[in-house]
């Protein structure tokens, strides 16, 4: 077929493969629209086996979304007066902020006691003091009748809650007043003092409520920018008063704007010397948005499919996957040095560039869909993810072609010296048994080396450690004793009854061992802190009938104080007695009052029967490693650790991303033996273990801790290497000349500029992403040097024989 | 709790602060929380007290001793018989009909007493913080200027009277309160001995002289 026409049918082809591709994403964008927006960014969700069923795990997700809307500032000084001052300014600051709509309050712990006395009172006569109800057992009339009417006239009754038409004898505000006191602990503006090494510093505590809604993250971000403001008036105004902050919204704008300032720089150098490179070489930026626009529609095509998929998309898949595709970038270099070194493009050229480009397409494709073989939902989006993308943004850079290598022109003398020098200097040791006796020695030394390996699978490498908020949390801890936000008790029950007798279970183990709570300020909470057992509720309201029985109150209400008449204290039984076996449920208390934590969840289905799972809140500075001990021996009681069980999740990722790369390796050989036979298929495999192998190798000698995100971006080294590879074996087939070689050298530089620059990232996930493919970015280099000194000493040979 | 403890402060502020009107007898328009005050007072007290569902006021009577430099007396006589002491060392007790002594450790009736503390030194930002002050021939009004107490309080009124003076606290709830403050006395002196003779019961003097450094 002549070339013009085969341009035309190869052409026809890409925009049907654009039309047909356009559309999928147009459909997934309108799903997407339909479902909404959900990007899932829990870290607990990579791991399968860690994760609770489902009704644990709705509640473990309710309590560290409510622990990581919790924010606390702390104004200390040594003097008094200085904390006074400095918190009525801050007082007054803030609610102008709430004036002002922003929606992040102080917490107001008023209002849920307000709804929590109005639901009490609805069950006046369940409620007692543990020491009260031990009174009424063992009092007498007389004494009973003094107690009522100190409650009522004395000091006793100043915090008055209830009314006394729903709590006559006021032993349900008794109750409520020391729940309240228990709970509420320290408060806003309240002056407190602690001794801090020898000295006496005085401190006022402000605990704020952030946003659950949709426009949380944004509302934060300029919630937080206004109290850097008044930290900073703060600091001008009383530079005697420490500005204290605790709370994961703090570490996370800490960290997110030391990375945002970071990364800046980091792009902006990348950025600028891409554009140096094209302008360099090309004279001109009309390559660059080719390159970045089908980079760019590869990620959008990828987002929409995966989303539509699995109807929400984790963070984790961007951000491998949207790396992994930015191998597009080489297909748009090989194709400007293609149409370069044959502008009219020779038919001989042609049968031999657009297969290498679809063989590079197909073996990224291979590598990748290794991940989708791992059975870990969040691999197999990440495969979905890059072969989608990788693909579409394929498809761009052929269709995008035309406009891009318009008045094309390349001036890469320079390039041209580097390469021939680098084939010179490597073609001695560039043998093939040298690279397979290389490659065996990498690979027997790394897997004799692997408990020599460290690996670290900590969230932390999620975010910078600034070590003052560090310092900030570990004071406030210890001054306020708060409760661990990711760490929880689960207890597990058939009926409410049974839970409460675990609970009770628990708590006596935890008094019988006093030092597991010594150093930290409060007890175990739990739904027992906000609420009397059925069982307890029931007795209550059996002992509140002492007071109907009781002749000397009678006679003190009656007649000697004239508080009621005898008709409204029979009324007033009457209604007692209406209120026998009325029991508040954990569940009706829970749902009705959302201000408490959610601490308890029940579900009933068919199979199951009812089920009812609730948590208890761990008091910071307990002896974690006791209590863990107590509840082991609990049945049906668990321990969950957040931050742990983000860390087994992270090391399953890890381990099995590492495992499915070697296999993806073997995937990619497979097809090199299918393509080129089986010696030289091999060798192009053992170049691109050699390369992985000596990254690992590094890593070892160097004793880096190796994470997830080594892992994750040896995916890109292979994606990487294996289009080095396939350009290198494809082309030395048709042209003995290394032109085609400036592509990878160029392609090279512009991933160390995109990828490898990230090394120098303060976020050590990205850090460790950007030194591994820098690493293999030069490995692979090397690498596909090493190939065209082989491969020309295979055609030599082919030609001698 | 922030209710009873505000109510308190401003109850106890207001006796504080217009004891020297309430002898002055000044018929022109002043502000009842202004004015000089004296270091020893003594006064009477009847407290009337309406609760939801209590189909009339709870009232009972005492007396009370301020010492600016020790702490502060609050003894109900009838129809229940105890004692606060709120003393400037921190330390606060409740003594009862008995004669019992128990230290006060809910914290909001420490609360207030560290808060009583501060309105007898004289502590005038304090009552402003949480109050707008209007001032009406014999009247002083105080409206609540912060959201949170406004949930609350609506209005604390001061009034002169002919006994001396009556402040009206008017809550959300409709669970208002009158406490009409007679018998106001300047003390040259005062001691274990002569709070006794002035209480009428030893409990909670000894208290306040001996913890309060007296």
Known sequence: MPIALQDRARRRAIIAAFAVATLLLLIAAAQIFRTGLIIDTSLRSLA??????????????????????KATVALAAESRADVEAASEYLRVQLAQLEDAGYNVKLTDPTETAAQYVRVLEEYPYNFLRPSLAEFLTSGDDKQLSRWVLEQLYGSAGQVRLTSFANDPFGTLNDYAVDLQTRLSGDQTDDIQSVMQDGTRRYFSAWQFDLPEDGLALNAQAQWIAQLQNIQADLHLKFSAVEWLQSGVIFFAADSASAAQRNINVISSIGIAGIVLIMLLIFRGV???????????????????????????????????????????????????????????????????????????????????SALAMSGLETLQQVAVFSIAGLSYACLLVLLFEPWAVKNLKVNDRALSTFVQSCVHCLRPVARAKYIAIGCAVIWATVLLCVPRFIFEDSPKAFVTQNPLLLDNERRLSQWLGEYEPATFILLHGANDAEVFAKIEQLLAAVSAAPEILRDAKKNLLGIHSLLSSPEQQRNNHILNGVFFDNQQLARDFIETHEILTAEQLTELRARYEQQKDKVLTPEQLLTRIPGFPRLWLEQVDSDHGKRVVTALLIPKNADMYGLRGLVNTIPAAEWISLVDETRSGLQHLRTTANVYLVFALLLICAIFIWRYGLRRGVILGVISATVIGGIAL????????????????????????????VFVAEMLEEESSLHFANALVLSGATSSLSFGLLSLSVLPAVSAFGATAMLGIIGNLIGAFCLMSVWQSFKEKQNDE | MTIS?????????????????????????????????????????????????????????????????????????????????????????????????????????????????RIVRGDHEFIDKYFQREVTGQTTRLLPAQKRLKKYIETITLEETTAGMAVLVARTDKQNMRIDISAVRELQNLDAQSCQSLLETSAGCAQLFSEAGG
Not at chain 2, 7 to 18: E, K, S, V
Not at chain 2, 75 to 80: A, E, L, Q, V
Not at chain 2, 89 to 108: D, Y
């Open chain 1, 698 to 725: 590094i890593y070892l000698v160097a004793q880096v801790p190796v994470t997830l995100f080594h892992g994750m971006a040896a995916f890109l080294v292979v994606g990487l290497g294996v289009d080095y590879l």
């Open chain 2, 5 to 117: 403890l505000l109510l308190r402060l401003c109850i106890l502020g207001m006796f504080l602060r217009a004891l020297p009107q309430a002898f002055a007898q000044e018929a022109a328009a002043k502000d009842l929380l202004e004015g000089p005050k004296s270091c020893l007072q003594y006064a009477e007290f009847r407290q009337e007290k309406s609760l939801t569902g209590l189909p009339k006021p709870l009232v009972s009577k005492g007396r009370i001793l301020l010492d600016c430099n020790r702490g502060t007396l609050w003894s109900t006589r009838t129809p229940i018989s105890e004692t606060l002491v709120y003393t400037f060392s921190g330390k606060h007790w409740l003594i009862n009909a008995e004669g019992e002594v128990q230290p006060i450790k809910s914290a909001p009736q420490k609360r207030i007493g560290d808060i009583l503390a």
């Open chain 1, 286 to 368: 009309r390559p660059l948005p080719a390159s970045v626009l089908s980079v760019l529609g590869g990620v959008l095509f990828a987002f929409c499919v995966c989303h539509s998929l699995w109807s929400s998309i984790h963070i984790l898949t961007l951000l491998f996957g949207a790396s992994l595709i930015g191998v597009a970038v080489d297909y748009s270099l090989h194709l400007y040095y293609f149409r370069f070194a044959s502008p009219a493009g020779s038919e001989n050229s042609k049968t031999h560039f657009y297969p290498a480009l679809l063989l590079s397409l197909l073996t990224s494709i291979v590598g990748y």
């Open chain 1, 48 to 69: 399968p086996d860690v994760s609770q069923d489902a009704l644990s795990e709705a509640l473990i997700e309710q309590l560290s979304a409510a622990a990581s809307r």
